[in-house]
């Protein structure tokens, strides 16, 4: 089966950096997305890993190691509007009319304090 | 700025109830998504439309059905409600499927279904 790995909740304070990993066992992979969720919002697109090694946007960064089927969502410099849940997800061939879907994680939940 | 918008915020139906969401992008988007979010299960994909009249089954597809008669419309239909899909339903769209983008998905507000 197809399956994602990452920690339900991390907690840190303001200005800290944050890393949340993310393992999978996936066939088909493409890349690795990650998307960001606020209480009561829609899912936002934050960054995407399709080759090894580190993007970077802003105040956020992600890795993918895909001989390690292993990435991470690095958040600096962190601000309390950036709690919310975090979730990878994959993108992965469905062997069907060469269609491809998202697999997304549970889920990670940041608070961030003062 | 990509707008996808859901008929409803909250939903309360009763069990073998008909129900329908509705789903509309403005972005000329091919690809349109269902996904349910339930608590530490994250995103399920439902079904998904990659073009007019087109459907393709998702994970979880059991006690659902689409429909694309429009390529700004994509419609999640619950024949029978019953209590376990109780859920937050999410829509979401993408420009399309080639290479190995990321295909950015972009979503709606959701939908709180109660089902009684």
């Known amino acids: 089966g197809q399956s994602l790995e990452q920690p339900s909740e991390v907690t840190a304070v303001e200005g800290a950096i944050v890393q949340i990993n993310c393992t999978y066992q996936t066939s088909g992979f493409y890349g690795l997305s990650w998307y960001q969720q606020h209480d009561g919002g829609a899912p936002t697109f934050l960054s995407y890993n399709a080759l090894d090694g580190l993007e970077e946007t802003g105040r956020f960064s992600s890795f993918l190691s895909r001989s390690d089927s292993y990435g991470y969502l690095l958040l600096q410099e962190l601000q309390m509007k950036d709690s919310a849940s975090y979730f990878c997800?994959?993108?992965?061939?469905?062997?069907?009319?060469?269609?491809?879907?998202?697999?997304f994680g549970a889920g990670t939940r940041l608070a961030v304090h003062p | 700025d990509v707008k996808v918008t859901q008929s409803s915020r909250y939903l309360v139906k009763r069990t073998g109830e008909k129900v329908f969401l509705e789903c509309v992008q403005d972005?000329?988007?091919?690809?349109m998504f269902w996904y349910r979010q339930d608590p530490g299960l994250g995103l399920r994909l439902i079904y998904f439309s990659y073009d007019v009249k087109m459907k393709e089954k998702g994970d979880i597809p059991e006690g659902y059905s689409v429909s694309r008669e429009k390529k700004e419309r994509f419609s999640l239909i619950l024949e029978s409600a019953s209590t376990n899909q109780t859920s937050m339903y999410l829509c979401a769209s993408s420009l399309e499927q080639l290479g190995t983008g990321p295909d950015t998905q972009y979503f709606g507000p959701g939908t709180r279904l109660t089902v009684l």
């Open positions: 972005m000329d988007h091919e690809n």
């Open positions: 997800a994959v993108r992965v061939d469905m062997f069907s009319g060469g269609y491809n879907k998202l697999i």
